[in-house]
């Protein structure tokens, strides 16, 4: 079954292990980051549960939109 997925009968060919090595090193640095914006997200979330008063006073129903 490890030939079929590899696709040949050979040794391992080091284009393909590199490539693979390379490819799991970046799954690493997506799930990283995954996490990083997970956590920025939850204190983003946090952060707007528990607004100041400075924010109080503004109902975002009724805003209008911004000028450019």
Not at 13 to 39: G, H
Request: overall charge neutral.
């Amino acid at each position: 079954m490890a030939k079929a997925l590899l696709g040949h009968v050979g040794g391992s060919d080091p284009r393909v292990l590199a490539e693979m090595r390379r490819l799991q090193q970046r799954v690493q640095d997506l799930e990283t980051q995954l996490l990083r914006v997970q956590a920025e997200n939850d204190a983003l979330a946090a952060a707007a549960r528990h607004r100041g008063p400075v924010l109080d006073g503004i109902d975002a129903s009724k805003a209008e939109p911004a000028l450019t």
